[in-house]
């Protein structure tokens, strides 16, 4: 328990109607989405970044520890005050989009800001900010850089690091930052922006993200194949994007997932295909829409694809998407726990990735439906059981270390979006070797000697 002296000194600097530490605040600031919990001391709501320098200063001085929060959405753990503590909330009064630079397409905000909040703002004055994670309707931009979050436009638009430009943070000594600029180019000094991004926080707190737009392109097409096998459709995946066309998604579900979409909302799926493939592409003339769809198709059947449908407007675009959108709720359908993993390889590898998953869980006799952005080579991997069942889950955890050996093995990585935070912790080893390990922790000791920040987080303590 934190002492009342400390919490005293917090409500000093941010006031009484800021600070919290009764027992309602604590459970809802004790989850995220893994539905683990771990309560906190006290949350706090800093009220601008001289708040969080003068919190910070204080925690590093009296060895307090701080965990900064966004919206509580991430999968592995990330946010959870795994060791007590105060949750630094920023939705409170951090959550303003404070310039849209229409002549230098760019957005200043401050964390807590919603990431659609920003998609509609920009959007309503030409612009695009493309980055898109599921979360996209609660998730906020400070959480989506600490996780470099992607979403399912990544496979043409690239993932959240791609557009961040400048960030402004505080360290755990309440010293300020900034790092990088509002110019395309910026080679003086370290990257330290880029050492933020996928931090999880545990380097330092961030104020302030200036981030790259796009001219919003002027229309979209949707597309879905239909596939006997999956390896197919995994062929089709890479064979696509190196023949020239890069459409904005390129997503897929495998039979068990496309099975437990249509027992949940018997939508008329082709529950016989081994997997579909779901594609958008974008631009500004229709001929060039056209064109790319009629090499997609091309590709896609030279590949094996049986039935290939194109959405005429978009009601029918929202029916083919609807099955990718609802496969993480519809696949409970094979158990009560399930372990989402978002193993990634390069995307050539995707045949033999989704092969050896299925191997496994033959082996471990097992659901183990998988869907994802195939377009960069994602794979939502989860396995399902009875989480009754202890030996169920004891099963469950051996396939997981097998999946993540299996991508590893592939040349791929243990999160495509979803960070390390607590739950992919102990498998970091597998991943880095002990002198890559030894880096990343002198890494945070240069930033955080007295461990503050987000400590027990991505394998470092």
């Given amino acids: 328990m934190i002492e009342a002296k400390h919490l ?52 590093n001085e009296h060895k307090i520890v701080i965990v900064p929060r ?42 807590g800001v919603i990431n659609m909040d920003l998609q509609r703002a920009v959007e309503e004055v030409g612009l695009f900010y493309p980055p898109d994670p599921a979360s996209q309707e609660y998730s906020t931009l400070g959480g989506n850089v600490s996780e470099n979050a992607g979403g399912m436009r990544a496979a043409k638009y690239g993932i959240t690091k791609d557009y961040v430009m400048a960030t402004r943070a505080v360290l755990p000594n309440g010293d300020i930052i900034k790092a990088g600029k509002r110019t395309i180019k910026d080679v003086a000094g370290y990257n330290i922006s880029g050492i933020l991004i996928a931090s999880e926080g545990t380097l330092a707190v961030l104020t302030e993200i200036t981030l ?66 779901v594609t958008d592409v974008d631009g500004n003339l229709e001929d060039d829409l056209d064109y790319q769809l009629s090499e997609i198709k091309r590709v896609f059947e ?74 960069d080579g994602n794979v939502h991997t989860n396995v399902m059981v009875d989480g009754k069942d202890p030996e169920q889950v004891k099963i469950a955890y051996l396939a997981i270390e097998e999946v993540f050996q ?31 390990m030894n880096l990343f922790k002198s890494i945070k000791m240069a930033f955080d000697p007295n461990n503050i920040l987000n400590p027990a987080k991505m394998g470092l303590n």
């Fill in 70 to 111: 966004g919206a509580g959405s991430g999968f592995t753990g990330g946010a959870l005050p795994s060791s007590g503590g105060i949750v630094l909330g920023f939705e409170k009064h951090m959550s303003k989009i404070l310039e849209i630079d229409m002549k230098n397409m760019v957005a200043i905000v401050q964390p």
């Fill in 302 to 375: 030279e590949n094996g694809c049986n039935e290939f449908r194109i959405a005429k407007d978009d009601k029918e675009a929202a029916a083919i998407w609807f099955a990718r959108r609802n496969a993480s709720q519809a696949i409970t359908v094979y158990g009560s726990k399930k372990l989402n993993e978002d193993v990634t390889v390069p995307r050539a590898a995707l045949p033999e990735l989704l092969e050896k998953f299925n191997a496994i869980a033959k082996k471990y006799d097992i659901n183990i439906p998988c869907f994802g952005h195939t377009g």
């Fill in 406 to 436: 299996a991508t590893i093995d592939l040349g791929g990585t243990l999160s495509g979006e979803h960070g390390i935070g607590l739950a992919k912790a102990p498998y970091m080893s597998m991943a880095f070797t002990d002198e890559e």
């Fill in 212 to 277: 790259k737009l796009i001219p919003k392109p002027k229309m979209t097409k949707t597309a879905m194949g239909i596939f006997d096998s999956v390896s197919q459709a995994m062929e089709a995946v890479y064979k696509t994007m190196a023949s020239g066309i890069t459409p904005v998604a390129m997503e897929f579900l495998d039979n068990l997932t496309i099975r437990a979409v249509e027992q949940m909302h018997n939508k008329g799926l082709p529950i016989e295909a081994g997997a579909l493939l």
């Fill in 8 to 59: 005293q000194k917090f409500t000093s600097i941010v006031t009484a109607e800021n600070i919290y530490s009764d027992k309602a605040h604590l459970i809802a600031y004790s989850y995220d989405a893994t539905r683990e919990h771990f309560e906190p001391d006290a949350v706090v709501f800093p009220r601008d970044e001289a708040d969080v320098a003068e919190i910070l200063k204080y925690c």
